[in-house]
């Protein structure tokens, strides 16, 4: 008789922060206040998802990858892989920052948004935005505004 090996990999959901979440986050603005309160200005790339449920409020945070001072490696399994395991979760934000303190989105973040933009219409998963931030400044971009999300 063969034997078999099982992982069971388990997680809570906590609902309580000690960072306040607005009720929603429809608004670029909040997105990028709430960002800035949760990637820390350590000259390096940090790339997250708020995952919000049906009603646009905020389930979980999901720090994604954490990179260097010009890049952060990000893919597509890394980013939807917890908002297909918690219950509830219907679309993402995405929110990275620049340490540079210039938000404005390279060629390769408008790529990316738009390869997740597609692997979430794939999953059923919505993509609603992707703020970015920059370090140092009040700034940020939302790429939808900019109208660079198709």
């Given at each position: 008789m063969?034997?078999?090996r099982i992982r069971i990999a388990t997680f809570s959901v906590v609902r309580d922060s000690d960072v306040p979440a607005?009720?929603?986050?429809?608004d670029p603005a909040a997105v990028a206040e709430l960002a800035r309160r949760l990637i820390p200005d350590d000259a390096r790339e940090h790339f997250g998802a708020f995952m919000?449920?049906?009603?646009?409020?905020?389930v979980a945070y999901h720090e994604v990858s954490v990179g260097t001072l010009s890049a952060s490696l990000v893919h597509p399994r890394?980013?939807?892989g917890p908002a297909l395991r918690l219950m509830g979760v219907a679309s993402l934000i995405l929110v990275h920052n620049h340490p540079s303190g210039d938000p404005t989105p390279s060629r390769e973040d408008v790529r990316l948004t738009r390869q997740l933009r597609e692997a979430a219409r794939l999953l059923e998963l919505i993509?609603?935005?992707h703020v970015i931030i920059g370090n140092g400044?009040?700034?940020?971009v939302s790429?939808?505004?900019k109208g660079l999300l198709p």
């Open positions: 063969p034997n078999y607005p009720d929603a986050l429809s919000l449920n049906s009603q646009g409020r905020l890394e980013v939807f993509v609603h935005d400044t009040g700034a940020w790429m939808t505004e």
